[in-house]
């Protein structure tokens, strides 16, 4: 399915954008817009995250609503237009259709007996939300949708902030928010309810107390994962580059951690925003990352995301007869990676922190994993570096002559990883 960014725009009523290029005539039909070309007031223009061009059509009372609270906006396949508003009428009328259809159908048609006495008595023990909340109100139940629930936590987060010393309160907000946002539709509601703004930014970009910088960006990550709409949202509120202001400032393992999946969501199949955030501070975050003191498995985690977004090129690359990779095309991710002296910076990450990845298989087993897809790209840097020769060989050697299977596997990944680096070795077998 397309990705695609739409911005609403809105010029004066009296008002007329001119351009000394021909006429742009709208239709209810998307139709690009020529370099300089002047549009009449009061469409409905959108950016092809996969194409690069702007498009325009004229504005339907849908696309006024979903402008509410934010100037960009995505949607995954198709927009909504009257052709397919008037495809959900007729699909209704079909199931209705169909419904009565049934009820006439011989009994052993389906093995079921039809009783309309039995079909009315279901009808009446189950009721709809509105009337479960009149019948339970004398018990004082009050039940709430997630957008209510949303909506109101968002007012509290308001009102608790104003007084610092109630920390218990807004990480209990946050871990509600990092519960219900993980659902798409909810996302998208608290974006709309301005949560961007009221709670995620003020926390992640203002507040100085890690926990709830941890917190927040852990919201963050919940909200952008898979989710196209919000990822566009995101990334308009420029959330990369205070994430990858985190990545090269701090020391903290849980921030670091949490920064990097939050930064992981937001640039995930959006090539789009990793051509934009990664050629200016992202591809420097991840690689200064790699050589912070810190946990290998942040650094692993890093190196895996970095990895992850060059397999994801090369997938969109090759399916390119299938769908529109014209954006993929412009990302020159494996340029910029050397520039900023990655290959050296592995290097130096693995070679110093032998011991600490004999200790930890399943760390040693993302590196090379990672290693493996980056080759390419550092061959000449690593085949020439005899400290990350020894390093490898000597973890392959150590789980070897282990008796622990998951060892053994790793150990035959680093061997076919070290045959690929030092083609020119005449016996890496034997090195200790």
Known sequence: MKL?????????????????????????????????????????VRMNLETGKKEAK??????????????????????????????NKKKVKFNHKLSEALKNLPEEALGIEFNAEKFEKIKKDYK???ELKRSLKDLNMNFKSDAEIISELIRDFQNVTKDE??????????????????????????????????????????????????????????????NPKAQIS??????????????????????????????????????HAQKNILSRSGVKSLITVLSKDCEMKIKAKALTLISDLIVEKDLAVANAATQDASQYYEL????????????????????????????????TEYFVQALEITAHICQRVWSQSAQLRHTLLTIKNRFIHTNEEYRLEVAKLIEALTRSLFRSTVDIKDEL
């Open 332 to 363: 020159k991710f494996e340029e910029w990676l050397p520039a900023h002296e990655f290959c050296q910076t592995v290097d130096g990450a693995l070679s110093q922190k032998l011991y600490d990845l004999i200790e930890q298989p399943d760390i």
């Open 165 to 226: 010393t109630r920390f218990r309160d807004v990480v209990r907000i946050l871990d509600n928010f990092n519960y219900l946002v993980h659902q798409i539709d909810n996302a998208i509601w608290f974006i709309e309810e301005n949560g961007l703004d009221l709670v995620l930014l003020p926390n992640i970009v203002n507040n100085t107390n890690t926990a709830l910088r941890v917190q927040s960006m852990r919201v963050l990550g919940a909200l952008t994962q898979n």
């Open 4 to 44: 695609l960014i739409t911005a609403t725009i809105f010029c004066t009523l009296t008002s007329v954008c001119y351009s000394e290029n021909e006429t742009f005539i709208p239709t209810k039909e998307w139709q690009e817009i020529k370099p300089g070309q002047g549009i009449p007031a009061g469409l409905h």
């Open 234 to 271: 995101v990334y308009e509120k420029n959330f990369g580059s205070y994430l990858s202001h985190i990545l090269i400032s701090s020391a903290s393992t849980d921030e670091l951690s949490t920064a990097l999946y939050a930064f992981g969501s937001l640039l995930r199949k959006f090539p």
């Open 58 to 87: 004229l504005l339907e009372e849908n696309d006024v609503k979903s402008s509410r609270t934010s100037s960009l906006s995505v949607a995954q396949g198709d927009t909504f237009d009257e052709e397919s508003y008037a495809a």
């Open 128 to 130: 709809s939300y509105d």
